[in-house]
């Protein structure tokens, strides 16, 4: 954002009450939120189990668990942060699952491989 735009918008939040002011944080907050939410990608224990296993020496990780553990959840955030690089997720909240990833600086190739239940079954 150019900075006469940014000390406009600023100027503008300085005349707001302390609880309008709160209220446009709040509302900002909760569209980056929206927009980036796997910067704020949150694992359960399971998950986090798995992610500390995930280093350099693994070249293929396969996750196996039952059904609702998380591996959709897991696999795509790990795609995802495979695919934007680690310094995508630097100082945000997601930053602490990432850091210690083997991920290489992008671009990454990254395939996707699961089975679809109607081609399976059959």
Do not use: C, H
Not at 18 to 46: C, G, N
Not at 48 to 77: C, H, P, Q, V, Y
Not at 85 to 105: H, M, R, S, T
């Amino acid at each position: 954002m150019p900075a006469d735009k940014l000390d406009n918008a600023l100027d503008k939040l300085n005349r707001l009450s302390l609880e309008e002011q709160m209220a446009v944080l709040d509302k900002i907050e909760q569209k980056r939120r929206t927009d980036k939410f796997i910067l704020y990608f949150q694992p359960w224990q399971e998950q986090i189990e798995a992610i500390a296993k995930f280093t350099d020496d693994i070249k293929i990780m396969g996750l196996l668990g039952g059904n609702r553990s998380g591996k959709t959840i897991l696999g795509a955030f790990l795609a995802v942060a495979w695919g934007l690089g680690k310094d995508y997720f630097k100082d945000e909240p997601a930053w602490q699952w990432v850091k210690n990833l083997p991920i290489p600086e992008p671009p990454n190739n990254i395939w996707v491989v699961g089975l679809y239940y109607e081609f399976y079954a059959m």
